[in-house]
């Protein structure tokens, strides 16, 4: 890694914040290299170089940049996962928890994640170095825990 990755900040805010919107959170990764991709018995993780960490555990899709959408279901199928792995050491254009429990995450090569809510557990989180901490709980409602002041300038 070149200490230039090292070095971005991340253009939203200097506190790595999720910034409210009318139909969500924008999360604090963009501009954000992915450092590392990981895969366990239930869930894909994916850590970027700000220290955000997001957690997938259920069923999401995978766009490619090619535009080839891949199904992935780590706990069903953990090999499904395979396509993801071309994330690493990609940057982060973009990322978004919508208040009805989805999250999408875009990419500067075009790739995407979009997870929807699940019914019955809780589909990803998304974990601030900081204090922040995002869930879709089972049902799509988002739980928040935070560790700032939001009217703070």
């Known amino acids: 890694m070149t200490s230039q990755a090292h ?3 991340c253009p939203l805010n200097d506190r790595l914040e999720p910034v409210e919107s009318d139909d969500g959170w924008i999360l604090p990764v963009a501009g954000q290299q992915v450092t590392r991709c990981t895969v366990d018995y ?3 993780g994916l850590l970027l170089i700000n220290g955000v960490n997001l957690n997938i555990e259920g069923e999401l899709t995978y766009r490619g940049p090619a535009g ?3 199904t992935v279901d780590i706990e069903a199928e953990p090999a499904s996962a395979a396509p993801l792995l071309s994330l690493l050491r990609k940057n982060v254009r973009a990322g978004k928890a919508f208040k009805d429990g989805r999250l999408e995450v875009h990419f500067e090569g075009g ?3 979009h997870v929807p809510a699940d019914q019955k557990f ?3 989180e998304v974990i601030g170095p900081h204090g922040f901490r995002i869930v879709s709980m089972p049902g799509g409602e988002l739980a928040i825990w935070h560790n700032w002041d939001p009217d703070r300038p």
């Open 68 to 70: 080839v959408e891949y």
């Open 111 to 113: 790739e995407s994640i």
């Open 7 to 9: 070095s971005r900040s």
């Open 42 to 44: 239930a869930a894909l």
């Open 122 to 124: 809780e589909a990803w």
